[in-house]
């Protein structure tokens, strides 16, 4: 069984940086594809972001892109998110989860779900 768990998240001041992380245990996350989701109170989830199982491809929200980078160290069983130049409409719950192989296109594609992180984005 696939278990994920992310960290990294926190209170940060506009303009700010975090760096999400998503560890897997249980089986290795060779043949899986991770993505990064985030739900506000109020809001339907949506994706940010998604990388293959080879790391080769990868995808982002068009309200994240040249923000924020996926990345993932296989040898490490983790996933990461950099999100730079942080605002207000960031803040959110950040789940990752995981499907074989490729990106899909929305959350219902995915089988392994963390439990989430709070990203609160204020002044």
């Known amino acids: 069984q696939l278990q994920l768990v992310e960290s990294g998240g926190g209170l940060v001041q506009p303009g700010g940086s975090l760096r999400l992380s998503c560890a897997a245990s249980?089986?290795?996350?060779?043949?899986?594809?991770i993505g990064w989701f985030r739900q506000a109170p109020g809001k339907e989830r949506e994706g940010v972001s998604c990388?293959?199982?080879?790391?080769?491809?990868?995808n982002y929200a068009d309200s994240v892109k040249g923000r924020f980078t996926i990345s993932r160290d296989n040898a490490k069983n983790t996933a990461y998110l950099q999100m730079n130049s942080l605002t207000p409409e960031d803040t959110a719950v950040y789940y990752c989860?995981?499907?074989?192989?490729?990106?899909?296109?929305?959350?219902?594609?995915?089988?392994?779900w963390g439990q989430g992180t709070q990203v609160t984005v204020s002044s």
């Open positions: 989860a995981a499907r074989i192989l490729s990106c899909a296109r929305g959350p219902d594609a995915y089988d392994y």
């Open positions: 990388i293959s199982n080879s790391g080769r491809s990868t």
């Open positions: 249980g089986l290795t996350l060779d043949y899986y594809a």
